[in-house]
């Protein structure tokens, strides 16, 4: 039964560069280009050029985002805390670790499994984030609670990473909810019977905004399929 699942996903998106790298690139100019903010922070960025490369850099503003942590354990200066990084919303261990190649060694012995590839390039599980965020978070769960303010100043953030857990604004909930809908029916994924249970919440306390519609339709013209559970 799984191999046919997973015949069918490749075949279903064989049409679209299944390549995270590409997604990335998509996404920033194609997707994004009207709407350069940060998912969980509402931080805006904007694309620039350092030593002649092409970086995607936050507006650094106090207002929207305080670093955790300025500098490195090491003592270099937090560099990710200035970048935008493109965010697996359901991370890449939940989808992944159903594949024979997970368990040979992870993500790193995925790399060039054909279904990984598919379901990591997948832009409508792809957010931007700021770096420093996207590392704390990690492939953390999400939680029920309110985040609390204070973490990284401004931004309705908060990493427990003592439970391993993290806790996003309101606003955004839905958007998880759905996201994570369409990735389990996607791919197969299975959500335990509490997440299913607070993504469900999630969905009704935090309706479809106009930007998930906009975003799915861009990605829906790219990737050639749609979340289902954005109308």
């Known amino acids: 039964m799984n191999k046919i699942i997973i015949l069918l996903i490749t075949i279903s998106i064989s049409l679209f560069a299944n390549n995270f790298s590409k997604s990335k690139k998509i996404l920033l100019k194609q997707i994004y280009h009207d709407n350069k903010v940060s998912f969980y922070c509402s931080n805006p960025y904007e694309i620039t050029r350092v ?57 790193k012995a995925c790399s060039k499994d054909k279904t990984f590839k598919i379901m990591e390039a997948d832009m409508h599980n792809l957010v931007p984030a700021i770096g420093e965020v996207n590392a704390d978070r990690s492939n953390f769960r999400f939680g029920a609670d309110l985040p609390k303010k204070g973490m990284y100043g401004n ?20 958007d998880i909810a759905r996201i994570y809908f369409y990735m389990s029916d996607k791919y197969n ?26 975003k799915n339709k861009r990605v829906t013209k790219i990737q050639g399929n749609s979340n289902p559970y954005i109308k």
């Not at 806790?167 to 839905?174: A, L, T, V």
Request: aromatic share 10%; charged share 40%.
């Open 51 to 107: 030593k002649n490369k092409e970086v995607t850099l936050i507006v650094q503003d106090d207002k929207y985002y305080t670093p955790r942590n300025v500098f490195t354990k090491k003592g270099n200066e937090n560099v990710r805390a200035k970048r935008i990084e493109w965010e697996h919303i359901m991370p890449a261990e939940n989808f992944g670790r159903h594949l024979p190649c997970w368990k040979e060694g992870g993500r």
């Open 155 to 174: 931004c309705e953030f908060e990493v427990d990473f003592k439970n391993k857990r993290a806790y996003p604004k309101q606003d955004i909930r839905g």
């Open 189 to 214: 994924v299975n959500l335990s019977n509490q997440e299913r249970k607070l993504m469900e919440a999630w969905n009704k306390q935090d309706p479809v905004d106009e930007w998930e519609r906009i």
